[in-house]
């Protein structure tokens, strides 16, 4: 097999991909399309208080940053779908709700991130043992936060070295 039939295999292949997950989305947008008629969403009330989901996505720009709050969010709709009762029997419904648990695979990874925050926000500080332990790991912390971070860290010691300098 030539280099040119192998680069036309894999870009017939690249293609159907693309035309593949294209006709999933279609597909997907018809049922939600049906979901949000079954849930009359589309009257006045539902603008009231903003959005939910899609403005606080607007402050997540990284790649990882988004599949963090994405992953949340994909497990906030599959509990709103758990919690529908008959309604999962349509098909429309099951479908949407087998490509959000197919994503939610793919985010699995970002959830235990999640998970982490929210076990960070949720530690009792005021508690002795977990303010011992918490000084213990102060030191190792704020490495790795300078390693994250070298510029704040060069620039420290540049200013520092300049006032030594003076003081000379």
Not at 63 to 79: D, G, H, P, R, W
């Amino acid at each position: 097999m030539n280099p040119q039939t192998s680069l036309f295999i894999l870009l017939s292949i690249s293609c159907f991909g693309c035309f593949f997950c294209q006709s999933i989305a279609v597909r997907l947008e018809g049922d939600i399309e049906k979901l949000k008629a079954d849930f009359n969403s589309n009257q006045s009330d539902v603008a009231d208080g903003g959005s939910i989901f899609t403005e606080r996505l607007k402050n997540w720009n990284e790649t990882n940053e988004k599949k963090i709050i994405l992953s949340q969010i994909v497990s906030m709709y599959l509990k709103m779908f758990e919690s529908m009762g008959p309604a999962m029997s349509k098909p429309h419904i099951k479908n949407i709700n087998n490509s959000l648990h197919t994503l939610n695979i793919d985010l699995k990874d970002s959830f235990k991130k999640v998970k982490d925050l929210m076990e960070l926000a949720n530690l009792p500080m005021n508690h002795l043992k977990i303010q011992r332990k918490a000084v213990n790991e102060l030191f190792p912390t704020l490495q790795k936060l300078l390693e994250d971070h070298p510029a704040t860290h060069v620039k420290r010691k540049r200013s520092q070295n300049q006032k030594r300098k003076c003081r000379c």
